[in-house]
């Protein structure tokens, strides 16, 4: 059974990127009846915050996607110091004792030019021994096999044959000057000791698996498979970054727009992962029935926002389709913690009542604040005399046909059929089209020409209400002709 991992730094909030690669672990790991663990690589004490953890901690939280073992690197320090003594030990790293150390130590390869410092890497042991017992600093780098191996080749599950010359990996360090195990060293030695069969990651670490594997390879551990996921870009093409793009890159701003869970996981998939068959609208156990890794794509996916936007067309469309599959009772739920975030007295009996009437109107959950408003506030704003008035009608037919309403409905039976039979009568007896009295009546009770069905807006806000907000309507709406 294969046993996969997500491993985020504590140094920012879950980014989306994130959020993705810990959901196809999680699928990989539930389609193959695996393992799903969850680690912190939190090994980076300068960078690491508490409220960085409380947010990776709040995004999976909400995702609702659970995990099998929970394991946090700062608590395996031990493990990782022990398995870079054996590698040490066995000739394959050495010391480097180079001056100014603690500012080379990670030096990388990046310019081209830096592999080793050849004093360092064929100092003696016995040189090399002396002057650690003598207490000087020094880094421990893994000494790549450059005269015996050509180059480090592995097969990614998405992105197919790699390879790197040896000649192109510097001598990368393992422990730095404070004794403490680089990303490299710890993220090897506990994929190592727990076992991990699959590493499925960002294509920005694909470089660093070469190294990896080199490691393992010191360690006499089989490494594991790697799959590459692609990256999530912006809409200019470029990386989605936490400082160049803001809270558009973070799980939370999602959740706090409104968005389901199971929706957005939906949406998440859908970047760089496709099942093959066209389908977009699925619910999680479809994604666990349907995810493999074949099915991941090579390039890059675009997550689409604009400044005035921060959510994909695609995402909120998504929403909307899992939001009308909902049962009316879970989709009320769902919305009174942001009914009443907006300010509204909502009780969870009137949510439900008022539910079925919007669903088909919102596309996020907080777009009850604006579709279901006119149901809980005890006055409307000022009409707008404009609207009252039935298309091709004048001020005095719409005074006329409220004034009509209003007594109709003094008396009307408040169900659907008996105010749809009154306000039929009524229209009849004005010898009026019947939208021409529903859009008055309309406007005058929700102060909006758009809103839910009519008859059962007026069930739900009640006579009293009704009443009140006509005989407002009435007084606003001035005699004669209005252009």
Known sequence: ??????????????????????????????????????????????????????????????????????????ERLDLHRRMAREILDKGLAYRDFSPMVAEIEEKSHEDGHWLFNPEMRGMSTEESDRKAAAGEPFV?????????????????L??????????????????????MPTYHMASCADDADLTIS??????????????HILIFEALGVKPPEFAHLPLLIAPDGAKLSKRKHGPVVSVTTYRDGGFLPHSYVNFLCLLGWSPKNDREVMSREE???????????RPNATVNFTEEDPYDPKATW??????RALPIEELAAQLLPFARAAGFDASPEKMLAIT????????????????????????????DSNELIPQ???????????????????????????????????????????????QPVRVAVCGRKVAPPLFETLIVLGRETCLHRMERAIEQLPAGEIS
């Open 1 to 74: 059974m294969p046993r996969v991992r997500f491993a985020p730094s504590p140094t920012g909030y879950l980014h989306i990127g994130s959020a993705r690669t810990f959901i196809f672990n999680w699928l990989y790991a539930r389609h193959n009846q695996g393992t799903m663990i969850l680690r912190i690589d939190d090994t980076d004490v300068e960078r690491n915050t508490q409220t960085s953890l409380d947010s990776i901690y709040d995004g999976l939280k909400w995702l609702d996607l659970n995990w099998d073992e929970f394991y946090r690197q700062s």
């Open 140 to 156: 421990v780098r893994f000494k790549v096999p450059r005269e015996s191996r050509e180059a480090v080749e592995f097969t990614d």
């Open 158 to 179: 998405v992105y197919g044959e790699q390879s790197k010359a040896t000649a192109d990996i510097e001598d990368f360090a393992l422990l730095r000057s404070n004794g």
């Open 198 to 211: 699959h590493v499925i990651r960002g294509q920005d670490h694909l470089t660093n698996t070469f190294k």
């Open 287 to 297: 994604l666990v029935a349907a995810f493999t890794l074949e099915g991941v794509n």
């Open 318 to 323: 998504l929403n909307a389709e899992h939001l």
């Open 356 to 383: 079925p009437l919007i669903r088909e109107r919102i596309r996020t959950l907080r777009e009850v604040a604006t579709t279901a408003d006119f149901f809980f506030a005890d006055e409307l704003p000022p009409y």
């Open 392 to 438: 091709k009608g004048d001020a005095r037919m719409a005074l006329a046909v409220l004034e009509k309403a209003t007594e109709v409905l003094k008396s009307a039976e408040f169900t659907h059929d008996g105010l749809d039979a009154a306000l039929r009568a009524a229209a009849t007896d004005m010898k009026v089209k019947t939208g021409q009295m529903y």
